[in-house]
């Protein structure tokens, strides 16, 4: 079993910045892909970005590309995602994830509200 917890979300202004933090306990989550989806009101979960077991392979949805960084810390069992010239349309609750199929997560975390003020 793998928990996760989700920590650095809040509110910023459009074009800040934020790092969100995913530490996982249970199994190590070098095991596993990791991600990270999110869910505005009235909207369905949509997938950010993930990372691969290697911590070199990332992929990302357009709407963050160039903007958005994940990354991982197998020694520590954290994934993060570096977060830059945020819009309005970024806010939302972001979840952080794990499975053999990272678009379909087999874990979840809380998730983390982050919100951006125009």
């Known amino acids: 079993q793998v928990q996760l917890v989700e920590s650095g979300g809040g509110l910023v202004q459009a074009g800040g910045s934020l790092r969100l933090s995913c530490a996982g306990s249970?199994?190590?989550?070098?095991?596993?892909?990791m991600g990270w989806f999110r869910q505005a009101p009235g909207n369905d979960r949509e997938f950010v970005a993930s990372?691969?077991?290697?911590?070199?392979?990332?992929y990302y949805a357009d709407s963050v590309k160039g903007r958005f960084t994940i990354s991982r810390d197998n020694a520590k069992n954290t994934v993060y995602l570096n977060m830059n010239s945020l819009k309005p349309e970024d806010t939302a609750i972001y979840f952080c994830?794990?499975?053999?199929?990272?678009?379909?997560?087999?874990?979840w975390g809380q998730g983390t509200q982050v919100t951006v003020s125009s």
């Open positions: 994830a794990a499975g053999k199929v990272i678009l379909t997560p087999d874990y």
């Open positions: 249970g199994r190590t989550l070098n095991r596993y892909p």
């Open positions: 990372v691969m077991l290697n911590g070199i392979s990332t």
